[in-house]
């Protein structure tokens, strides 16, 4: 009874300290300065109402509620049974492919915002599944993966704009720039673990957007690169945007119907699913070969792994630039989208966010990463809770530690037969 | 008559202020069976850590097979066909047992990057060798059964059968295994003698042996060096070593 009452008595005090900030203060304009406004007497009411429930509740209810096995029931859970079938091989490769239907025909029937938050979604599998690789399977807890996003996305901007590369010439150095930085900041983590290496590639992205800020000269510094048209996607040569310099086909003249803007949402959502496609492929393929095992036997035991002649160098660096060269795709595409790439696309919290995908899929699962990101999109783009945003993110964390520890989708093994 | 595969000269290895080896010359002779006994803190294992590459000695001269290993990384020395399990038992815990024996054939396995992509014929060949060769030594330390199982729920005399299955994946000439009895019982233990009499017998793997299970080692062992406080105490058959005064005093005390 006394404990009830103490946990009864903390959790009021908390729910009164917690939600009078953010319920009962009020910021408003007064001419050119703020104003903190305290709270209505409503609210107070209510704050104070919702902490004597909370009392009550710990001191009369919920010993009686836990007796009866409620509480237990109030966790959602799937029956055992079709948790067990969502594992099976077969039946996420027909998710999978359901999915891919959905997504093909998708931005078909989609309003314009629905294509632009699904391929802002795509954007974020392909960055997911990247950092699933270092992350997930490696087990190298990389917490600066922005880093390489920022360095595809700028490699495009600067080659188009000092170059005049196109985005599709663009591609592919922007992914190999990204996994030539991967190399290099594997070089000096090497011998770093967990905490420590979470440390130094947090500083590692932060130094990489702070140089973009900074290096003015070629980067343009807070103002970032714009991409001009000529240099945006095309399909053959056919360009999506309104005005081109001469010479340039577009498709509105091709078809000799006024631009509609809608073509050029279509078109670049197609490419972010083409994509995320090859890229949920190769990475498919890369977990059952060799060296997929070796970043999972690494991430499972390195001094085994060198007991049985792995050399843990080669696994980590390969980890980190394959894992790199899939942000460096995805910086590409995301420069190519906006137009514009500034530092501050690339600030820490989208490393985390990232992170947050691939810990809520479930690492090592692609198809927890794929629901994950459009979770974890969604929440960011829904504009009726945009000011509890940060709010409903820290409930599901929250929700997500107590009842799926594991992610939304854990890793299943591969079931291998022994007689092929 | 065998000849000798490996052999260790003046073998030292001091921490700080702690000489934990001092001198200790060993010769391994091919195809048999060796173990290193001695009482706990001797410092056998640290023979072991020496010879595998995970500490770098700081004198002596280890000679496998006529080539200096000594000061190697340990997945250079694993390469030469140096292997090792370990006194707790180090297996990839989240991985499938038949995934274990895949990742230990690493260098003996396709590892070309789009070879793998595409999954040409020469790839598909390689992972069917492969799990051939796992399949057929998950035979041997019966675990058949549990192939698909994740290594860290299997029963713990699995888990150490399997250590050394992983082990044989990467087709060594060398096997040091360091207290594979350790938490077996006597049934197990017999199984295990029987195993590391097949690996010599019809693998011709030489294993060199760290046990504390003196009925283990004295019935399979075709020789013996006892180290005592880092220090070699003798070596030989294990019947003269059985005999050895110098011996009997380390392990009872004086009489």
Redesign the interface.
Known sequence: MTRNLKTGLFSAVLLMLISYPILGLKLSVVGIRLQVEGASAETLWIIGGAALAILLWHLLLRDRLLGSGLAKAALPSLPEGFKHSMTLPHVQRWIMFGLLVIALVWPFFGTRAAVDIATLMLIYIMLGVGLNIVVGLAGLLDLGYVGFYAVGAYTYAMLAEYAGFGFWTALPIAGLTAATFGFLLGFPVLRLRGDYLAIVTLGFGEIIRIMLRNLTEYTGGPNGISVANENKPTLFGISFERRVPEGVQTLHDLLGTSYNSMYKVIFLYLIALLLVVLALF?IN??M????G??W??L???E??????????TTVKLSAFTIGASFAGFAGCFFAARQGLVTPESFTFIESAMILAIVVLGGMGSQLGIIFAAAVMVMLQEIRDFNEYRMLIFGLTMILMMIWRPQGLIPMQ???????? | MSRPILQVSDLSMRFGGLLAVNGVSLTVQEKQVVSMIGPNGAGKTTVFNCLTGFYKPTAGKVVLGGEEIQGLPGHKIARKGVVRTFQNVRLFKEMTAVENLLVAQHRHLNTNFLAGLFKTPAFRRSEREGMEHAAYWLDKVNLTDVANRSAGTLAYGQQRRLEIARCMMTRPSILMLDEPAAGLNPRETEDLKALIAMLRDEHGVTVLLIEHDMKLVMSISDHIFVINQGTPLADGTPQQVRDNPDVIKAYLGEA
């Open positions: 190769v393929r890369l059952r070969m060799p060296i095992r070796a999972e036997a991430r499972e035991d001094i085994a792994c060198r007991a049985l002649g792995l050399n843990p093994r591969p079931h291998l037969e022994l007689k092929p």
